[in-house]
């Protein structure tokens, strides 16, 4: 027997698939999704597709763009030779959030992982070689979790760069163990940034 009925289910089913919506919120969502005016949801549809059909990675750092170049990338205020390395572009936002950082970002989109049968050529690690190698005096800040796949791809970083006078830095051991960047408060990301730990150069 069915509590709701069919295309209530449905939209309930739809919200229970996003991150951090469990039954209670889903039914809310759904129930006020409803009660909304046409020309609202019209809107919304619209929008839904708009990002889905015309957003896409940057053509440098991987990040999440309506252009070929983002913004950041393309913005002449920010340090080209101070690269962030984080896994995801979810991280970008938590920066930016953050406010402090006025360098540029490199997304993996990805980290090693050979349980997971993920490998260097399964994430965006060539494009940043010759990001680097095109720099005069860059600095890499990695920014990966702490997590056996955080560490796996901090060292092959390391080695990938290894007697190529290139400084690389990762943020402060104050994050807690396997925490998401783009879970963290400004604060804590602020000081994990400006007490960042030089590991090689």
Known sequence: MHVYPVLLERLIEFFKKLPGIGEKSAERLALALIDMPDEYLTTISADIINAKKNLHPCS????????????????????????????????????????????????LNGLLSPMDDIGVDDINLASLVKRVEALENPEIILALKSSIEGETTTLYIQKIFANKNVKISRLSYGLPIGAEIDYLDTTTLDKALEDRKTISE
């Open 60 to 107: 440098v750092c991987g990040q999440i763009t309506d252009q070929n170049v983002c913004q950041i990338c393309d913005s002449e205020t920010r340090n080209q030779n101070l690269i962030c390395v984080i896994e995801d572009y979810k991280s970008v936002f938590a920066f930016e959030k953050a406010g402090n950082y006025r360098g540029v970002y490199h997304v």
